[in-house]
């Protein structure tokens, strides 16, 4: 069995890829900045802040990992491609695969991509996407430089229990509330999504198989699905049925409404343009076939359904929905 390093491990992708590696047999070693994790004496932990570059190749040095899964961005600072570069390099020598979680975010607007798909310019102006491919095509350079044999993922939204983000609860507490769903516009656009437990399955098979050395994966549910269908999918899931009110988003906008900070009108930045990945390289060079979207997400809200309530604060949507029946 492998000793691997994963860097996070404790939130929703390195968390379901910490279990996976356990259950495999491996020598799991957390890097993170956390103080605790879930898993107790099972692992090792490095306490270290990954973008300090310093203090990475300290924590580092003199270990040595079979497979280096990387799945950590820093949403408050950003995580750079010198930062990215500089775990890698501390991790280079005898490392039989570096896995890196990159996004679908890598694409512009539109699609669908697949994977030889050109990736947004150094300076796009979404810092994260530009980050996300810029940190890929320096790794992907330390191939020919350095040896370094690489793999990447890109995901798109990515659902499952201990979701940090305010997504599927977002929807699921309105539901359990009798709340009516603000839809933007008429609901037409479109999402993709991928379980964190695939997107954990996806680094494993690609940190395991010759064939992904120098690859990238997309992973997201095919075909996409519209905002208006996903409100309805998660009622399913939950057992009820869903009362939408459609908002244009102009409405929205002008009244407040956010994508990252509250008051978030429609999870956390979910309404965003669609970005559209042809997922089929991952079964096809892989094997892995992705978790159907209902099934995950029914499996998901089981796990929801048992956490502690959230009071949830209305007063800006009543205020939102009262101004769009005039």
């Known amino acids: 069995m492998a000793r691997a390093l994963v860097i996070g491990g404790t939130q929703l992708i390195g968390r379901a890829l910490v279990e996976q590696l356990l259950a495999r047999g491996d020598t799991v070693v957390l890097m993170h900045r956390g103080t605790t994790t879930p898993f107790g004496d099972r692992v090792t932990a490095i306490r270290c802040d990954r973008n300090d570059t310093a203090a990475v190749q300290s924590a580092l040095a003199g270990e040595r990992f079979d497979v280096v899964y990387d799945n ?14 500089a775990a890698a390099r501390a991790t280079a020598s005898g490392l039989s695969r570096y896995v890196f979680t990159s996004s679908v975010a890598v694409y512009s607007t539109g699609g669908p991509f697949t994977e ?11 810092v994260y996407g530009a980050q996300k491919a810029n940190s890929e095509r320096a790794l992907f350079a330390l191939g020919p430089s350095d040896g370094l044999p690489v793999s990447t993922l890109r995901p798109a939204f990515i659902y499952g229990p201990h979701n940090a983000f305010d997504r599927e609860a977002f929807f699921w507490d309105r539901l359990r509330d009798g709340r009516p769903i603000i839809i933007p516009d008429d609901g037409q656009a479109t999402m993709q999504w991928v379980s964190a437990h695939d997107v954990a399955r996806a680094a494993i098979l690609a940190a395991t198989h010759e064939a992904a050395i120098g690859q990238a994966y997309n992973l997201g549910n095919d075909p996409p699905i519209t905002q208006l269908d996903f409100v309805h999918l998660l009622a399913r899931a ?7 009110v459609h908002v244009p988003r102009a ?17 956390v930045y979910l309404d965003i343009p669609a970005i559209t990945a042809n997922a089929a390289q991952v079964t096809e060079h892989l094997g892995l076939t992705l978790t159907p979207l209902e099934h995950g997400m029914r499996e998901t809200y089981a796990w929801y359904a048992q956490q502690p309530r959230v009071a949830r604060d ?5 205020a939102l929905l009262r101004a769009n029946a005039t």
Not at 72 to 85: A, F, H, K, M
């Open 72 to 85: 950590v961005y820093d949403w408050q600072r950003g995580t750079t491609p010198e930062q990215v570069v």
């Open 116 to 126: 030889d798909s050109p990736l947004v310019p150094e300076d796009h102006p979404d």
């Open 238 to 244: 939950a057992g009820t049925e869903a009362q939408v």
């Open 251 to 267: 409405r929205i906008q002008q009244l407040g409404g956010s994508l990252m900070q509250p008051p978030n009108y429609f999870g």
């Open 314 to 318: 209305y007063a800006w949507e009543d």
